[in-house]
């Protein structure tokens, strides 16, 4: 089964919570990786065999201003359809647009319970991943050698970072 | 140049600053919150007239202001007094009205947009109209301002800029520098008063105002910061008032910036964002600083801090504290944060 991932702060989703945090429910500050707008949820679908994971994650790179780790969670599929939430495939907003037309999704109509419930649920399930800055750097060099994401798309400060270390 | 900006640099060599040309009247008022600032003109001895309500004119100070006041009335109005050019008369305007510029001064964020590039303040200077908010760290006063500016505020601040003077505008070699600021708190002597400036030095015997100054700058950047929601690459606003402010602060930033990121009520959020700032900013300060600040916050009683600090080094490349990682990795608590630290140092040992 696919799983999901999300971007996250990985120290914010450590299974060694504070000591007022009791079995079974997770700090707040996790809640805040939950960016929501109008009710959704971006999430990325990852292939069981993780066959589109780099992908992914070269194109979350790409969408920010600077190289950067990533900090992610990744979940099996099947825990928001267990909480009766629905997903929809929506395009991503990455320089990557195969990725956003092929692996992107909205958890839609998330109440405020709903959503809760998944972040939950998602502590249980996930697993805490991270991929470190040097990986990302190299990533988004293959990336841009494939012309898998569109270079005018990145910000400045990013191509000039990665400009500066290929050269 | 044009033949005013020409005539400017011609009549201005004969300017020069000295020590009586300052002086501050720091007397509370009625309205308990302000400051009067006056200006001498050594060759009249006049002063530049405040009243109870403020500056509300200023006479021709016998033809000649040798250098460029702005000057902050009870009105919160900022008048800037133009360089007085023999051919061109002495007048002051009523600039304020610039909402921003009062928050820059409450608030020490300088948008960096602002910071340089605006043409328009090198007009401003001879059209004796400065917007104030134009004003604050734009590189064009460095080269077209010969002078000294006092900018005073009911908010406390005292703002002292005197400039550099190396290109076609340098007009003295007495005097040295840039923009520098200096604050006060209402019931200390003001500097300019009790250091008068003196030709050639820059360094006003202040240091301890103007590091209290950045200091409470510093803090408030922080404050601000908690209300923003930080994620790793996204360049933060937190992020971008530290840099602006810390532009205009001069060296001295690093040992406060560092103190204030290792004090526990500091949230833990803003601390490992401006961590990870700091391991971004080589421009703005030594790497040894940088390194150094980044090993202390290792010890931070906060996971988050300490892997920002971690991530942090890495990401610099910061062979030369292994040492320290490897003693972070040794204590640390948090299985998960310490196998995060395991793999930095295998990275850093190139493993």
């Known amino acids: 089964m696919s799983r999901l991932l999300i971007?996250?702060?990985?120290?914010?989703?450590?299974?060694?919570?504070?000591?007022?945090?009791?079995?079974?429910?997770?700090?707040?500050?996790?809640?805040?990786?939950?960016?929501?707008?109008?009710?959704?949820?971006?999430?990325?679908?990852?292939?069981?065999?993780?066959?589109?994971?780099?992908r992914v994650l070269t194109a979350l790179a790409a969408n920010c201003t600077?190289?950067?780790?990533?900090?992610?969670?990744?979940?099996?599929?099947?825990?928001?359809?267990?909480?009766?939430?629905?997903?929809?495939?929506?395009?991503?907003?990455?320089?990557?647009?195969?990725?956003?037309?092929t692996w992107h999704r909205d958890l839609i109509e998330l109440s405020g319970k709903k959503l809760l419930a998944f972040a939950l649920a998602a502590f249980e399930n996930a697993s805490r991943e991270r991929?470190?800055?040097h990986k990302v750097v190299n990533m988004l060099k293959g990336a841009i050698e494939r012309n898998e994401i569109e270079q005018s798309k990145l910000s400045e400060v990013l191509l000039a970072k990665l400009q500066v270390q290929q050269s | 140049m044009s033949a005013r900006h020409a005539g400017a640099t011609a009549a201005l060599k004969s300017i020069s600053i000295d020590a009586s040309e300052l002086t501050a009247d720091t007397t509370p008022r009625p309205s308990g919150r302000h400051l009067a600032v006056v200006w001498r003109n050594p060759r009249s001895n006049d002063l530049v007239p405040t009243g109870s309500v403020g500056l509300?004119?200023?006479?021709?100070?016998?033809?000649l202001l040798s250098?460029?006041?702005?000057?902050?009335?009870?009105?919160?109005?900022?008048?800037?007094?133009?360089?007085?050019?023999?051919?061109?008369?002495?007048?002051?305007?009523d600039i304020w009205g610039n909402r921003q510029f009062q928050d820059y001064l409450c608030t020490p964020t300088v948008p960096a947009a602002d910071l340089w590039g605006n043409s328009q303040f090198q007009d401003y200077l001879y059209t004796n109209m400065v917007p104030a908010a134009d004003l604050w760290g734009n590189s064009q006063i460095e080269n077209a301002w010969p002078g000294t500016v006092l900018i005073s505020t009911d908010l406390r601040d005292v703002y002292?800029?005197?400039?550099?003077?190396?290109?076609?505008?340098?007009?003295?070699?007495?005097?040295?520098?840039?923009?520098?600021?200096?604050?006060?708190?209402?019931?200390a002597a003001l500097p300019v008063t009790t250091h008068p400036l003196q030709s050639g030095r820059i360094e006003m015997q202040a240091g301890d105002f103007r590091d209290r100054s950045l200091e409470q700058k510093l803090r408030v950047v922080f404050q601000r910061g908690t209300e923003e929601r930080f994620e790793d690459g996204m360049e933060s606003e937190f992020a971008k008032e530290l840099e602006g402010l810390v532009r205009a602060s001069g060296p001295n930033f690093g040992e406060i910036l560092g103190r204030i990121v290792e004090e526990d009520p500091v949230s833990s959020s803003v601390k490992a964002e401006a961590i990870g700032w700091i391991s971004r900013t080589n421009a703005l300060l030594p790497r040894a600083q940088?390194?150094?600040?980044?090993?202390?916050?290792?010890?931070?009683?906060?996971?988050?801090?300490?892997?920002?600090?971690?991530?942090?080094?890495?990401?610099?490349?910061?062979?030369?504290?292994?040492?320290?990682?490897?003693?972070?990795f040794a204590s640390e608590q948090n299985t998960e944060l310490k196998s995060d630290i395991e793999e930095l140092i295998r990275y850093l040992r190139g493993l």
Request: aromatic content about 6%.
């Open chain 1, 7 to 54: 971007k996250v702060q990985k120290r914010l989703w450590d299974r060694q919570q504070p000591a007022f945090v009791d079995p079974g429910d997770i700090c707040a500050d996790g809640l805040i990786d939950l960016n929501v707008k109008d009710n959704r949820l971006s999430v990325w679908e990852v292939a069981e065999d993780n066959a589109n994971l780099e």
């Open chain 1, 66 to 101: 600077y190289t950067s780790k990533i900090d992610y969670i990744l979940f099996d599929s099947g825990v928001p359809l267990k909480l009766g939430l629905a997903i929809k495939s929506t395009p991503g907003g990455t320089p990557d647009s195969k990725a956003n037309e």
């Open chain 1, 131 to 133: 991929c470190q800055e």
């Open chain 2, 56 to 63: 509300e004119e200023v006479r021709p100070l016998g033809g």
């Open chain 2, 67 to 93: 250098a460029p006041a702005f000057l902050e009335t009870d009105f919160g109005m900022l008048a800037h007094s133009k360089l007085s050019f023999p051919e061109t008369p002495f007048a002051t305007g």
């Open chain 2, 160 to 187: 002292q800029i005197s400039t550099d003077l190396q290109d076609t505008h340098k007009i003295s070699t007495d005097l040295k520098d840039i923009c520098q600021y200096v604050s006060y708190m209402p019931n």
């Open chain 2, 290 to 328: 940088r390194i150094s600040i980044l090993e202390r916050a290792l010890g931070s009683g906060s996971a988050l801090v300490r892997d920002s600090a971690a991530v942090g080094l890495a990401s610099m490349d910061a062979t030369e504290a292994i040492a320290a990682l490897a003693r972070a």
